[in-house]
């Protein structure tokens, strides 16, 4: 079972800081960005617009299997267009079904155009299991009557 709750909740608790990179830039500074920024996957603006996400699955299949020089191919020549995205009002489980359907790991948080956050798989697995310990320690409280 899946505790309810809302994609809006989880960005409350880790915030909604998105980095982004233009269609451009080079795929090694989209690497490199996500590296320092110790992320899987970063979002494709142009001019604030959303346009796409280029991941560390991407940078596997699209440059280093094919034999290609991430510092001359563009972001534009790799990202994903075709985007999955939610809002805030998503629910958690809304957002594993599509992460499982479209085999993706990490969703744009939309509110119409705008960019207000993004979800990773690690961020939903996080806060199940957080949702989960609370659930437990408040059915021993219950069942034992003493406070945890």
């Not at 909740?9 to 996500?34: R, S």
């Not at 949702?131 to 408040?138: D, G, K, L, P, Y």
Request: proline share 3%; glycine share 8%.
């Amino acid at each position: 079972m899946i505790p309810q709750g809302t994609i809006n909740e989880i960005l409350h608790h880790k915030g909604t800081t998105v980095w982004t990179i233009g269609p451009e830039a080079t795929v090694f500074e989209a690497i490199h960005l996500m590296a320092d920024k110790n992320i899987g996957a970063v979002l494709v603006t142009d001019q604030e617009k959303l346009v796409g996400i280029i991941s560390e699955r991407d940078y596997t299949r699209k440059v280093v299997l094919k034999g290609k020089s991430s510092k001359k191919l563009k972001v534009r020549e790799i990202l994903s267009e075709h985007l999955i995205h939610v809002t805030p009002k998503s629910s958690i489980e809304e957002c594993l079904r599509l992460m499982t359907e479209h085999r993706v790991r990490h969703l744009p948080v939309l509110e119409g155009e705008k960019i207000a956050g993004i979800i990773s798989i690690g961020d939903l697995v996080n806060w199940i299991i957080s949702a989960q310990s609370t659930t437990i320690r408040q059915l021993e409280t219950y069942i034992t009557g003493c406070p945890g």
